[in-house]
């Protein structure tokens, strides 16, 4: 997900409003939030700022709270649920339980 504040830039071009003060920058971040990808626009300024300077590549606490309330009301529902496998089902074989053959019926049983 592109993660940026909306402005009267193009809407498929490389300049986003930066996500904290919404000023166009082509300046990127990736952060990586429940197993999948996003694309942060934050201008130099704000990565300064909101960069934790002791872990290399992550944000600072408050921020990082913002972003991933930013990207769980905006992903889309189909893809806030669980992916499933398109494999087919495992279709386990169960036993039967046997049942005991009667025993040889003769004409004398029957009359
Ligand atoms: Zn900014």
Not at 36 to 47: P, Y
Not at 54 to 66: A, L
Not at 95 to 100: A, G, L, S, Y
């Amino acid at each position: 997900m592109n993660v940026f504040t909306q402005t009267h830039l193009p809407k498929d071009g490389w300049i986003k409003g930066c996500f904290v003060c919404s000023r166009p920058t082509s300046n990127i971040k990736s952060y990586n939030y429940k197993e999948k990808v996003n694309t942060v626009f934050l201008c130099k300024n704000c990565e300064k700022q909101n960069i934790n300077s002791t872990v290399p590549n992550i944000f600072i606490y408050s921020f990082q709270e913002k972003l991933n309330r930013y990207i769980n009301e905006n992903t889309l529902e189909p893809f806030k649920a669980r992916t499933y496998s398109l494999d087919p089902p495992i279709i386990r074989r169960y036993h039967q339980p046997k049942i005991p053959t009667p025993p040889p019926q003769t004409l004398d049983d029957i009359v």
